[in-house]
């Protein structure tokens, strides 16, 4: 059974006005447990809009979604139980927290599923640990802290709620390259230690090339492609048309190929890059 799946989703912002957008076009996607799947588009593809129909933040105008075969819009019940089950984080989350403590921010999400005072605290030592909150930092104002703590405190609060599903709309968005990089980390970790399926929406192509399993392409409203990225980046005159990029590094590759350096295809990501240079420079330089 699909842990994830969309028949024929289409939603409009401003419906029925002139200024109507079909942001989702009747949209079909099967998305199986686990992994890290990454959502990428161009600017404006729908991405957000597409995610945010995953936990019935946004209806559907026409169409159906459905979180291991049950639909979700069913009833006012499901739609408000799918919240705990498939965690979202938008993007800046940390412009949404306003609580007076650290403790009370990613307290806040298992205190509304009714968990009693010892779980919750549970909850939240163990998100906190996760996203390298330390236990000295609860009581502080989360406004006092830094732009990347404050972003994991909010992702703590969604994580604290034990989503089945995690979902992270542009979590390295604006941060420095420290930051980048402790998110990702972050992610792959989790992702490791609780088994659970973590989905972000992405505009670095390194990144995703870096710690996704599974990508999928979002171009005018409509999934456009969906594969391994080994799959996804060999199709890399389709993403420039749609106005996306394959990663840095494959483009570096590929320029060396065409100057003559007999490096192999499908290189993603700087590690593999560097195995294959070594192995080549190895190969032609006598020991
Ligand atoms: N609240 C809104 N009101 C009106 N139109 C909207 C609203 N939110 C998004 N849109 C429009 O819907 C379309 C899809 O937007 P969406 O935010 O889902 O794209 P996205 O792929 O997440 O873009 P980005 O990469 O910039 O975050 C775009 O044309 C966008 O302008
Ligand atoms: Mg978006």
């Known amino acids: 059974m699909n842990l994830i799946e969309t028949k024929a989703l289409v939603y409009y912002y401003g419906a029925g006005t002139p200024f109507e957008i ?4 009747c949209v079909d996607l099967s998305l199986c447990r686990g992994g890290i799947k990454a959502v990428i588009g161009h600017t404006g593809s729908g991405k957000s809009t597409l995610i945010q129909h995953f936990n019935a933040l946004l209806k559907p105008a026409s169409g159906k979604v459905f979180f291991q075969g049950k639909n979700i819009n069913e009833s006012k019940e499901s739609a408000y139980r ?11 989350p940390e412009y949404q927290l306003f609580e007076d ?14 968990l009693s005072p010892e779980e919750t605290e549970r909850a939240v030592k163990k998100a906190a640990a996760y996203v390298g909150i330390e236990p000295e930092l609860f009581e502080r104002s989360p406004f006092e802290l830094s732009g990347g703590q404050k972003r994991r405190i ?3 609060g969604v994580m604290a709620m034990d989503p089945d599903v995690l979902i992270l709309d542009e979590p390295t968005a604006g941060l420095d390259p420290s930051g980048r990089e402790m998110i990702l980390r972050m992610i792959c970790d989790y992702r490791k230690k609780t088994d659970k ?9 390194d990144d995703v090339a870096r710690i996704a399993d599974e990508v999928i392409v979002v171009d005018h ?26 990663p840095e590094v494959t483009g570096i590759t590929d320029k060396l190929r065409n100057a003559g350096c007999s490096l192999p295809t499908g290189i993603y990501t700087v590690e593999q890059a560097a ?3 070594c192995a080549y420079l190895s190969g032609r330089c006598p020991k």
Do not use: W
Not at 22 to 25: Q, S, V
Not at 224 to 233: H, L, P, R, T, Y
């Open 22 to 25: 079909r942001a989702l076009d």
């Open 101 to 114: 403590t650290v403790y009370r921010d990613i307290a806040f999400g298992p205190k509304n599923m009714g």
């Open 221 to 246: 409203g409509k999934i456009a492609m969906q594969g391994s990225v080994e799959e996804i980046f060999s199709h890399s005159s389709e993403l420039t048309a749609m106005g996306l990029s394959v």
């Open 154 to 156: 909010a992702i703590a």
């Open 275 to 277: 195995d294959a240079i």
């Open 197 to 205: 399926t973590v989905m972000l929406v992405s505009h670095s192509m």
């Open 82 to 92: 799918i919240r705990f089950k498939i965690g979202l984080c938008f993007q800046y």
